[in-house]
C-alpha cells in the first residue's frame, strides 16, 4: 500500500493555477510518519480522468484525489468514479441533507425565503450525487461533503474539491479517522554531505555498496551545477530506519574521506 495524489483540473496544467496540493499534502504525511509514493496530474479529460481512476482503483493503495467535484460542465470526477467503478451515479442522502443545510444557511444569510424546488438549488444537490456505495466526507469549511470509495485490501479513495481551504481539512480528516495506526510506525531520517567538484558517476559503485551493505537505508543524489554562491556539488545521503542511517552515514564518509573527496556536512 503507497499514499497516492491525484490533482485534476485543465487550470493547473495550463499554469492559469499554480497547485498548491503537492507541497501541503507531503507537509501533511510527513508530520504523521508517512510519505507520499506517488503523484499524478490530470486535466479535464474524462477518458482520461476514468482511465486514471480505474489504474489506480485496481491497486491497494489511499488515494487523495483533489478537484473536479463540483457540478459545473468543466467538473467529471464524480461521473469518471461511477465509470471507472461501473457502477451509476447516486444521490447521497446525508450528502442531500448537508447541501440544502448549506443552501438554507446562504439564504438566511442573504435575508431571502428558501425555496428548495427553484431550479439552482436542485442542481446544486448533483454535487451529492457519488458512486453507488460511496460514504462522505465532511467539509467544515462550507458543509458540501466530498466522497470515499474503499475497494482492495485496505485501498481507498478520497475526493475532494480544489479549493485548499476545503481540501486539506477533508484531507486531515481522512487521515486522523482512517489511518491513525499508522502513523509514525516506521520511523525514518536522512543525513547528507555536499560533495564538491565530483562526478556521479564516479561515486555511484560506492552508492550502490552501502546500499547492499546497510539495507533498507537507501542512497540519495541531488547534483547541483551551482551558482554565483555555491560550487558544483552534490548532496549525497542515506536515508531510511535510524539505526540503519547511522552506520551507513558514517561508512559513507570514511569513504568519500578514502578516496580524497572534499565534502561538508548539509
Not at 475497494?151 to 489511518?179: N, Q, R
Request: with cysteine.
Amino acid at each position: 500500500m503507497a499514499f497516492g495524489l491525484i490533482i485534476i483540473g485543465d487550470e493547473i496544467l495550463s499554469g492559469k493555477r499554480a497547485d498548491k496540493h503537492f507541497p501541503k499534502v507531503v507537509e501533511l504525511l510527513t508530520a504523521r510518519g508517512l510519505s507520499l509514493g506517488w503523484a499524478e496530474y490530470v486535466g479535464d479529460d474524462r477518458a482520461r480522468i476514468t482511465a486514471t481512476l480505474k489504474r489506480s482503483f485496481s491497486s491497494d493503495d489511499v488515494v487523495f484525489s483533489c478537484g473536479g467535484i463540483g457540478a459545473t460542465p468543466d467538473d467529471h470526477t464524480r461521473q469518471c468514479a461511477a465509470a471507472a467503478l461501473d457502477v451509476p451515479l447516486v444521490l447521497h442522502p446525508e450528502a442531500k441533507q448537508k447541501i440544502q443545510e448549506r443552501m438554507l444557511d446562504m439564504a438566511r444569510e442573504a435575508g431571502v425565503p428558501f425555496d428548495l424546488n427553484k431550479p439552482e438549488n436542485l442542481h446544486r444537490l448533483k454535487m451529492g450525487e457519488f458512486p453507488q456505495g460511496a460514504d462522505i466526507i465532511p467539509n467544515p469549511y462550507n458543509k458540501i461533503p466530498g466522497f470515499s470509495i474503499r475497494h482492495g485490501k485496505g485501498g481507498a479513495h478520497y475526493f475532494m474539491p480544489g479549493f485548499p481551504v476545503m481540501a486539506w481539512p477533508m484531507i486531515e480528516w481522512s487521515l486522523d479517522t482512517h489511518y491513525a495506526h499508522l502513523f509514525h510506525q516506521q520511523p525514518s531520517t536522512e543525513q547528507s554531505v555536499l560533495v564538491f567538484e565530483a562526478m556521479e558517476s564516479a561515486l555511484t559503485p560506492m552508492m550502490e555498496q552501502i546500499e547492499h551493505d546497510y539495507a533498507p537505508v537507501k542512497v540519495f543524489s541531488l547534483p547541483s551545477v551551482g551558482d554565483a554562491n555555491t560550487r558544483r556539488h552534490i548532496e549525497l545521503g542515506v536515508k531510511g530506519p535510524p539505526e540503519s542511517v547511522a552506520p551507513a552515514f558514517e561508512r559513507l564518509k570514511a569513504e568519500l574521506t578514502k578516496r580524497g573527496e572534499e565534502f561538508t556536512p548539509t
